[in-house]
């Protein structure tokens, strides 16, 4: 069966910067894109960007301004989201999500990963 | 690229037929037939409910259903029950730079 598995919660200082990683299986990885979105505390969701695992081609959301890049590992089924120089509002959960070739949509998603940034 | 507007809450009755609306722009929700809805309870990731405007994943209720006209997409459950209180949250691809965008995200409460 599909699943999407990601990190485990971080606790981060603002200015740091984090990655987390979503590990994928029961489908063949390359065929797929994979979606990032989060979701602060209390609030809706946030579309942070995406990736095509087999081209690699990739699109962000303009409100990251350039601090957030997207990567994949294919041989290890993997996603990463790296997110650069954090304040507090980064603070959310961050989910993964798998998009079906040539649709919009996310059919799977990860349980999700806590990212906190604390002084 | 602002997000789509939703009702903050909708609420019903079992049994009853609720309508969340959707509404974007000409450069959104108008623009294209890719309008998704997803459901998300307390604490959980969200979940498919609608594609492409009206479509439904397999394994998802025939009481959700969805529509669209000109600039609003709408979703409406039908015959509501319990388990259909959650929060839900619509799609679209935008012309703009950022090519995806979420709604504000509705509460439904089944009274």
């Known amino acids: 069966q599909v699943q999407l598995v990601q990190s485990g919660s971080d606790v981060k200082k603002p200015g740091a910067s984090v990655k987390v990683s979503c590990k994928a299986s029961g489908y063949t990885f390359t065929n797929y894109a994979i979606h990032w979105v989060r979701q602060a505390p209390g609030q809706g969701l946030e579309w942070i960007g995406w990736?095509?695992?087999?081209?690699?081609?990739?699109q962000y959301s303009q409100t990251f301004h350039g601090r957030v890049t997207l990567n994949t590992n294919t041989s290890a089924t993997t996603a990463y989201m790296y997110l650069s120089s954090l304040t507090s509002e980064d603070t959310a959960v961050y989910y993964c999500?798998?998009?079906?070739?040539?649709?919009?949509?996310?059919?799977?998603w990860g349980h999700g990963t806590l990212v906190t940034v604390s002084s | 690229q602002s997000a789509l507007t939703q009702p903050a809450s909708v609420s019903g009755s079992p049994g009853q037929s609720i309508t969340i609306s959707c509404t974007g722009t000409s450069s959104d929700v108008g623009g294209y037939n890719y309008v998704s809805w997803y459901q998300q309870h307390p604490g959980k990731a969200p979940k498919l409910m609608i594609y492409?405007?009206?479509n439904r994943p397999s394994g998802v209720s025939n009481r959700f259903s969805g529509s669209k006209s000109g600039n609003t997409a709408s979703l409406t459950i039908s015959r509501l029950q319990a388990e259909d209180e959650a929060d839900y949250y619509c799609?679209?691809?935008?012309?703009?730079?950022?090519?995806?965008?979420f709604g504000t995200g509705t509460t439904v409460t089944v009274l």
């Open positions: 999500a798998r998009n079906p070739p040539g649709s919009t949509w996310a059919d799977y």
């Open positions: 990736i095509n695992a087999g081209t690699g081609d990739r």
């Open positions: 492409e405007v009206s």
């Open positions: 799609t679209s691809k935008t012309i703009s730079a950022t090519p995806y965008v």
